[in-house]
């Protein structure tokens, strides 16, 4: 693992002295995390940083977000985007930097707050990979772009931020990098070419009936019923409307109706989740469940068609073929190929996909490692893999040595395949 002796890249030069300032920052956004649209205080931190390295910094776009430039000379324009926002998840890490924060959700609660998907771990290499490319301005030439981003676990904040003038107050970029910790070894990175997060959509669906006692069944049109048999043929989506080489999920995950029970309610709710890996089965899936919330509801004489809205979504976050074949071969020069992985598509979601498929710019995203290597392999050789604490459990923590400074070396790596001298 490490840099190859005989090409050491100027940029890297200084990350050994800068790795204990890098804990502190992590171990602070860590213990200081921030919901969704409210991550001020980090984004305040990455501000600082920027300024202090030496790029124009806009504040505040997308409600919260954060653009640094660092013009440096003709040349490409490489975007670097982090995601800034915590979960409200009780954390129980028994780390000594736990967050023991409580925030106010959108909804008045009281909730606890806690970065159990990382993003603070994307804050604190973006700042370190912006900082040292900043330091090493003479040995490249171009445009590095870094975007901090708001709102990813609730799918609004690429969006907000594109809203709010991303594509037009700032330069085109010609490519798009971002990453995720995940769990995987520490000191490696996996990635594809294509796919590589899936589509999610998530509708709630009402559904009306006619309420009656329920003594007299005659009386009503029963939602309960419209729902429940909703539900099943919802399950013949993808298992007779989708090729065996496709994939797809539908997850009903809300069936809501009736309080009591001799008393037919007059209406339903269901909220569901479909996972995709590809735009056409995205559209045949999608047009497959209102047909069938449809005709459901026909078929039991609803007084009017179900309502259908959408709820979040996020897009498929597709990797760009030549681009991500350029990042692959950097990080196999720069980690030797033995610590950089070929990854299937996660049916996990990310907002990233917005910025190059919105803004018709190649972009590459990639997942580091983020567990200790030692406990990895003992999972492995015990078949124990699954029980790894994984992103938004109350227990995932990344080992910070060495995935703090892996992430800090692909960002500088993947972005030297663009920003040459
Ligand atoms: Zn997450
Ligand atoms: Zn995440």
Redo the contacts with the bound molecule.
């Keep these: 693992m490490g840099p190859q002796p005989s090409s050491p890249d100027p940029a890297l030069r200084n990350l050994d002295a800068l790795l204990p300032d890098l804990t502190s920052l992590y171990k602070d956004i860590h213990s200081h995390p921030e919901l969704s649209m409210q991550e001020t205080r980090t984004a305040g931190l990455a501000a600082e940083r920027l300024r202090a390295a030496g790029y124009e910094v806009t504040t505040g776009v997308g409600n919260t977000g954060v653009v640094g430039l660092l013009r440096n000379g003709d040349g490409p324009t490489v975007m670097l985007r982090a995601?800034m926002d915590a979960l409200p998840i009780k954390e129980a890490t028994g780390l000594d930097y736990a967050s023991t924060a409580t925030a106010t959700d959108r909804e008045g609660q009281t909730v606890p707050v806690s970065h159990m998907?990382?993003?603070d771990m994307?804050v604190t290499w973006l700042a370190g990979a912006t900082k040292l490319l900043a330091e090493a301005r003479s040995s490249w030439r171009g445009t590095l772009m870094a975007v901090f981003q708001p709102a990813?676990?609730t799918g609004e904040g690429a969006r907000a931020m594109i809203q709010d003038g991303l594509f037009t107050r700032f330069p085109k970029p010609d490519v798009i990098l971002g990453q995720?910790v995940m769990v995987g070894p520490a000191g490696t990175v996996a990635g594809r070419v294509g796919p590589i997060t899936s589509a999610a959509d998530s509708l709630q669906i009402r559904l009306f009936g006619r309420g009656a006692h329920g003594s007299m069944p005659q009386a009503s049109i029963d939602p309960v019923v419209m729902a429940a048999s909703t539900v099943m043929r919802l399950q013949t989506v993808v298992s007779r409307e989708i090729a065996a080489a496709e994939a797809a999920v539908v997850t009903v995950g809300v069936l809501q109706a009736g309080t009591k029970e001799n008393v037919i309610p007059d209406e339903a709710i269901i909220k569901l989740n479909v996972r995709t890996f590809d735009a056409g089965v995205r559209t045949r899936v999608l047009a497959a469940i209102e047909r069938i919330v449809n005709a459901e509801a026909a078929a039991s004489g609803a007084p009017r068609p179900p309502e259908i809205t959408p709820l979040d979504s996020y897009p498929l976050n597709v990797n760009n073929a030549e681009a991500t074949k350029r990042v692959g071969d950097a990080f196999r020069g720069y980690f030797g190929s033995h610590h950089v992985h070929e990854t299937g598509p996660a049916p996990?979601s990310?907002d990233f996909g917005s910025f190059g498929s919105e803004w018709k710019v190649p972009s590459v995203f990639w997942f580091v490692g983020g567990t200790d290597p030692e406990i990895y392999a003992k999972a492995k050789k015990e078949n124990r893999i699954n029980e790894l604490p994984v992103?938004?459990s109350p227990k995932f923590a990344p080992v910070l040595d060495p995935t703090l400074r892996i992430g800090v070396e692909t960002l500088v790596v993947a972005t030297r395949a663009w920003l040459k001298a």
Aim: proline content about 0%; some cysteine.
């Design positions: 995601d998907c990382g993003h994307h990813e676990e995720h996990a990310e992103n938004h």
